[in-house]
């Protein structure tokens, strides 16, 4: 029965990094190479909310590390942003982040978009700093 524990100890510790950083990592690139947008703002959107939710976790440590389940919450709600059956990410990015910056810079920030060379819209802005090929 020691044996069973060991292995879900061990299991338990690689859920984390695989859930929240090797697949997130696969997808991005998986993104970065197919050609609809949809994909693209799912993982964006992700790496959003996973910066966000780090940043927040290093704050609140000291509270949090009361909450004897905080790594299993923590586990559940990114499995929530990454699986692709939910796309948890891109619906608490319309839903809430979008919102705000449309608030703050208005809906014309959104309206100045040009085609990337890989045929996806892109901020003018993002297209500005981007380098072009042959220009490194």
Same mark, same amino acid.
């Given at each position: 029965m020691s044996k069973f524990w060991a292995l879900l100890t061990h299991l338990h510790a690689l859920a984390g990094p695989v859930v929240m950083l090797l697949y997130p990592l696969y997808a991005s690139v998986v993104a970065i190479e197919s050609t609809s947008k949809l994909d693209d703002e799912?993982? !964006?959107a992700y790496w959003i909310l996973y910066s966000f939710l780090t940043l927040m976790e290093m704050v609140l440590q000291p509270i949090l590390q009361w909450i004897p389940i905080w790594y299993e919450?923590? !586990?559940?709600?990114v499995a929530w942003l990454v699986l692709p059956q939910f796309r948890g990410a891109a619906f608490i990015y319309h839903k809430f982040v979008r919102e705000?910056?449309?608030?703050k810079y208005g809906s014309a920030y959104f309206q100045y978009k040009s085609e990337s060379p890989n045929g996806k819209p892109k901020n003018k802005l993002v297209d500005f700093i981007t380098l072009k090929k042959g220009e490194h």
């Open positions: 799912q993982w !964006l919450v923590k !586990l559940a709600m705000k910056v449309i608030k």
